[in-house]
């Protein structure tokens, strides 16, 4: 089976600028989450999704960053505008239940200048 | 609130040898879970081993086992005969019970494989 596909899998975009990163789950898999890491800091949750509903966004970090999963099939993470803190490599992840079988995509490495 | 602590930025292995690599967790839920994740120069995350809260014996999958020390409150990741390809970036991570189930993760340790 396919597994979590993300892209791009880098990004530089300039300050003040717009980026979309997308996220395709394993087929089947309702939960979908995303995760952000820093440089240098752990690695942190951002929001869930459940099929298409949001069911946790309490790691958002601010109203510049927008989530979406129309369909709740794939899901899309669009900050705007972008700031030179928001540069770090976002991930995504999948499960079947939100129990414990987390698969990770590859990330997006997003750079901010 | 729940933690995970990582003490070791970065470790070096000889290539055969067995390493150690610590996590220890903070939590007030009776009720958790662990995990190991390893990031190769790659960028994906590739999950290793659990260990459940209730589980009675340390986890093992291959190579990898968690010793587990519930009262120290450590889930430090064990892996025997080193291997080149076993340098990467080691996540400690713990899952927070409730309706989201998402992981805390600690800062990571780079481990690099000497030959």
């Known amino acids: 089976e396919a597994g979590v596909t993300q892209f791009p899998s880098h990004s530089v ?8 990163l997308r996220c395709d789950p394993i087929s089947g898999h309702d939960n979908l ?16 999704f459940v099929k298409e509903s949001k069911q946790d966004e309490s790691g958002m970090p601010n109203n510049r960053f927008l989530a979406e999963r129309t369909g709740g099939t794939y899901s899309t993470l669009k900050v705007q505008p972008a700031e030179l803190e928001d540069s770090g490599v976002y991930f995504c992840a999948s499960s079947w239940a939100a129990t414990y079988g987390y698969t990770f995509g590859s990330g997006t490495r997003l750079t901010v200048v | 609130a729940q933690k995970i602590t990582q003490t070791q930025p970065g470790m070096f292995v000889q290539e055969k040898e067995a390493v150690t690599l610590d996590c220890t967790y903070d939590t007030s839920d009776p009720s958790y879970g662990l995990f190991w994740y390893k990031q190769p120069s790659s960028g994906e995350m590739i999950f290793l081993i659990y260990q459940g809260s209730y589980d009675q014996q340390n986890a093992t999958e291959g190579r990898y086992s968690l010793n587990f020390q519930k009262a120290r409150k450590s889930a430090n990741l064990v892996i025997s005969a080193s291997q080149l390809g076993d340098s990467a970036m080691y996540f400690c991570a713990m899952i927070q019970g409730g309706a989201t189930n998402k ?3 600690g800062t990571g340790t780079l481990l690099a494989v000497q030959p």
């Open chain 2, 103 to 105: 992981l805390i993760f």
């Open chain 1, 13 to 20: 975009i300039e300050k003040g600028q717009t980026v979309t």
């Open chain 1, 33 to 48: 989450y995303w995760y952000r890491r820093v440089m240098g800091k752990e690695i942190k949750f951002l929001l869930h």
